[in-house]
């Protein structure tokens, strides 16, 4: 049995005329990382709202299929349980932000608060947590001081602390420069390296093709391709339908077509475009 | 972007160390003391008794007499004339100034009540000075004050800081647009509106996405909520909030038996 497991799943907003997501069936094995590409409008968000409960318990709209996790089915449950087993951190960082805390410390400290986790349980948390994303050295310092890409890692911090099974993340990267990157994903890896399962919404293909295990393109709501990074990311349907490819992928398709590019595959990442070019 | 809209100032003092429901109490007690004691020097002897040395143990002295002296002092300082020179109180004329006759009566009667907005607004001041505000927000919840109230009461102390910078950006780039924004005053009351739409509608739209990211956070979660700070609640707090009640009891007890 899958992890997690969406069946026919599709799914209309109150006030949209189509549905967000139509027919999707995915199934995601424990421990995995799926990274979910997509153009704008794809139902990419909807997915991860999907996935963390809040398609269908807080957005009002018509749903139908099913939506499993760790067994659990979500129409079943109730959002306040089902965090517990899912955590969703997304793009903006500042709305993420409780608000309610003055400190980063208190800030991460927020969701173990809200659940009842023991006081001195809290205290080594959240410090393992903020070890873990290298944040230790902002554990002081207003939530509200922090550049975006802090944010972001605060806003991701406060997710992972609560241990969740399965994490969606929704463009956790977009404000951070190259080397907040690699280390967010380095994190997520090792995180599902632990167990965690993880499904993350991103544009940065050098870096889904690095780290992720499978790869999800999703267009008009439908699942249009999924497989192996390298297979999805290169495959010439995506560059047909728009999605955005890497710059290594589209400049190896370019030199291809002039036959300078003399490989099969076509690279995703520096590292293999370096490779094949030297050939 | 630092700015929050809080007074605390953090120290190492007895008061700040106090619970802060206690400090609560302490405000509130003062005030109900002064309005209902029957005797007439109370409010003075409590600046005496009470005010300046809450400062001095709280070692908050020197922020709170720099409020006192612009903001306080000014406003009790006006109230003061204004009772002086309107109470048509008493015929012991002290001098007049032109149509307006200053009695001994309205002296005094001015005077009280000046010191009453004066010991009013420090007693204020100083559980703002002394006490933090997610430190008394969450003391109050774990008395039972519903979870959601204390963070609508602490979101609002934070965001509204944020609004108003918000706001300046907004400003910022419709000014580098070519808005004007230096002309007459009702030209730039007609600025407003460009002002308002986005700064309303924009914080509309991020209520959203706040609500759920602090619903994936476990917000209304059923089980019984923890707090990450311990916050101090001794013997000595029992007693001096027993005190109090005590204290304005025997007050309003007083002034309705004199009166």
């Known amino acids: 049995m899958a ?54 318990h807080f957005f009002k709209g018509e749903i139908s ?58 205290k080594v948390r959240v410090d393992e947590a903020l070890r873990l994303t290298d944040i230790t050295e902002l554990a002081d310092r207003s939530p509200y001081s922090l550049s975006g890409g802090q944010q972001q890692r605060v806003a991701l911090t406060s997710i992972l602390v609560m241990q969740p099974k399965l994490l969606v993340l929704d463009e ?56 192996k990074p390298n297979e999805v990311l290169t495959s010439d349907l995506l560059a047909e339908n728009g999605f955005g490819l890497s710059r290594y992928t589209s400049t190896a398709r370019e030199a291809k077509k002039q036959g300078l590019w003399k490989k099969e595959n076509l690279p995703v990442t520096l590292d293999e475009a370096v490779k094949g070019f030297k050939k | 972007m630092h700015e929050r809209l809080s007074f605390y100032v953090k120290r190492d003092s007895i008061i700040h160390g106090l619970n802060p429901l206690t400090k609560v109490y302490l405000t509130l007690a003062l005030i109900l003391i002064i309005f209902t004691s029957p005797w007439y020097w109370t409010p003075h002897l409590l600046v005496l008794i009470a005010i300046i040395p809450l400062g001095l143990i709280g070692k908050v002295g020197a922020e709170f007499f720099k409020t006192a002296i612009r903001l306080i002092l ?38 009280r009540n000046a010191m009453r ?22 003391d109050l919840t774990r008395r039972g004050l519903p979870g959601q109230f204390a963070y609508v009461i602490i979101s609002t102390l934070q965001i509204l800081p944020q609004m108003q910078a918000k706001a300046q950006t907004i400003i910022a780039a419709q000014r ?32 959203e996405e706040r609500a759920i990211a602090i ?25 001096l909030r027993g005190v109090l009640i005590l204290l304005v009891i025997l007050s309003i007890a007083l002034n309705l038996w004199l009166s």
Not at chain 1, 23 to 47: C, D, Y
Not at chain 1, 67 to 88: P, Q, R
Not at chain 2, 177 to 202: A, C, Q, Y
């Open chain 1, 3 to 56: 992890f997690v497991n969406l069946q026919n799943l599709t799914y209309k907003y109150q006030f949209t005329k189509t549905p967000v997501l139509q027919n999707i069936n995915l199934q995601i094995q424990e421990g995995e990382f799926v990274s979910v590409v997509g153009p704008n409008g794809a139902g990419k968000s909807t997915l991860c709202y999907a996935l963390a409960g809040f398609v269908p």
């Open chain 2, 74 to 111: 000014p406003a009790a300082g006006f109230l003061f004339l204004m009772q002086a020179f309107f109470q048509p109180l008493g015929e012991d004329v002290i001098f007049k100034f032109y149509f307006l006759d200053v009695t001994q009566e309205s002296m005094m009667f001015a005077f």
């Open chain 1, 172 to 227: 956790p990267t977009s404000q951070m420069d190259p080397i907040g990157t690699r280390e967010v994903f380095s994190v997520i890896r090792k995180m599902a390296e632990g167990g965690m399962t993880v499904v993350m919404v991103e544009h940065k293909m050098e870096w889904i093709a690095n780290f992720a295990d499978r790869v999800i393109a999703l267009k008009d709501g439908q699942i249009l391709l999924e497989g």
């Open chain 2, 117 to 138: 907005v004066f010991v009013m607004v420090s007693a204020f001041a100083f559980l703002l000075l002394t006490t933090h505000p997610s430190e008394l927000m969450s």
């Open chain 1, 65 to 122: 299929g099913s939506i499993e996790v760790a067994g659990v089915e979500s129409s079943k449950s109730t959002l306040d349980e089902w965090v517990m087993n899912v955590g969703l951190a997304f793009q903006n960082p500042f709305n993420q932000i409780s608000g309610a805390k003055y400190t980063v410390f208190e800030e991460i400290a927020f969701g173990l608060e809200n659940t009842g986790v023991p006081r001195d349980e809290i």
């Open chain 2, 215 to 239: 619903e994936a956070r476990g917000f209304t979660s059923k089980r019984t909520r923890t707090t990450l700070h311990q916050i101090p609640d001794t013997k000595f707090d029992t007693t």
């Open chain 2, 176 to 207: 580098s647009r070519g808005l004007d924004t230096e002309s007459s005053f009702l030209k730039r009351m007609g600025l407003l509106i460009p002002l308002i739409g986005p700064l309303v509608f924009g914080s509309l739209a991020e209520v």
